[in-house]
């Protein structure tokens, strides 16, 4: 096992606010931190100590930058798995291709989630017309038609009911491999975040609610009101997977929690995740320090937390309300230094910390 102690130099592969956090933590522990991505004055390269602009095929910057640092891990899961193989001849990557060849396509996501005893939502492989027709008829309605791959905060899906032109959806999907999922329904989204470093090690943040506008995460609950031993199961349901899969780094777990308190894993996201962003102020270790313990091979902090928290994005033009959220001493605000504020990119959150002793609900 190889362990980066303080001093060495960690690279990150995307250069967006996971990988700004990510930075920042990496620095307040002694290390430097050397950023790939495609982006100029990117969020995550105004706060490290180097960056590379380049594309993620390019090979030369690649080796450039891979002989740079100690470590590489990745702040998003669609990073092509032909890179972390070019990059992971040169220097340890964490966590590697096997996991994004899984995490990025949903059938194979479900796949291994079933094959390893956890349950998902019903799904079928959908490839042709003729196989959308079979899926809806083997599925029922409603159902989600999403694709494969690439998909995120809502984009690739479409919802098919009983009155859907099946022909049109098949049109708008544009042939694309695509995957159709039962309808859950559900009276809670949970995610729960693990870190799992090279000695197998794990980690696990306590279960937290989502809540969603416009298929976008609003506002984080943490914990998610359950009861304890169905906290209990979804991190070991999360704990499971970090193992099977064979993490290194971390990895969030979204799951739903249905009418009669069973648990259906939604998806999986190798990296810091958005419902994390309360660890910061809340635990410990935040989500981002452990992310970084992680991958450089050194023991996992305490996940605990010593505060219930709020966590609530700021999308678009929500950043303009900074002020008035500055006005509440209790906010903690967070800003990303992305210079254009559009219709549902994520800005900036905002997190308030609640007492252990009261329920964590506005």
């Avoid at 695509?178 to 279960?207: D, H, Q, W, Y």
């Avoid at 678009?316 to 559009?342: C, F």
């Amino acid at each position: 096992m190889t362990t980066i102690s303080p001093g060495g130099h960690i690279g990150i592969l995307g250069d967006g606010q996971l990988g700004r956090m990510m930075a920042i933590a990496a620095a307040e522990m002694g290390y430097f931190v050397h950023i790939f991505g495609p982006e100029e004055d990117s969020p995550a390269a105004q706060v490290s100590h180097r960056s590379t602009v380049a594309s993620y095929s390019d090979q030369d910057a690649l080796t450039a930058f891979a002989k740079r640092v100690d470590v590489v891990t990745l702040e998003f899961e669609n990073i092509p798995t032909d890179t972390v193989e070019f990059l992971s001849k040169i220097v340890p990557v964490r966590p590697g291709a096997k996991v994004l060849e899984i995490t990025q396509d949903r059938l194979l996501e479900k796949s291994f989630i079933n094959n390893i005893g956890i349950g998902t939502a019903n799904f079928a492989n959908v490839e042709s017309i003729d196989e959308l027709v079979h899926a809806v008829k083997q599925i029922k309605t409603p159902a989600i038609l999403k694709t494969r791959r690439l998909g995120y905060d809502g984009k690739g899906q479409v919802k098919i009911t009983g009155a859907s032109n099946l022909d049109k959806v098949w049109a708008e999907m544009k042939d694309t491999p695509s995957i159709l999922e039962g309808l859950v329904k559900f009276r809670m989204e949970i995610s729960v975040i693990v870190a799992r470093n090279p000695a197998g090690e794990t980690a696990a943040f306590c279960p937290v609610e989502n809540r969603h506008k416009n298929h976008i995460l609003d506002i984080t609950f943490a914990p998610a009101d359950i009861p304890d031993w169905l906290a209990e199961k979804a991190v070991e349901m999360a704990k499971k997977i970090a193992a099977k899969i064979e993490l290194v780094g971390l990895i969030a777990v979204e799951m739903f929690v249905t009418q009669d308190d069973q648990i259906l894993v939604n998806e999986l996201a190798p990296r810091p995740h958005n419902s994390g962003h309360w660890t910061i102020e809340g635990c410990a270790t935040s989500q981002f320090r452990q992310a970084i313990r992680a991958v450089c091979g050194l023991p996992l902090g305490l996940p605990a937390r010593h505060s219930n928290a709020v966590m609530k994005n700021l999308i678009g033009d929500d950043v303009e309300t900074w002020g008035a959220l500055l006005e509440d001493a209790e906010n903690s605000l967070h800003l990303y230094g992305k210079k254009e504020a559009r219709e549902g990119r994520k800005m900036g959150h905002v997190t308030k910390l609640i007492p252990l002793s009261k329920k964590p609900k506005t």
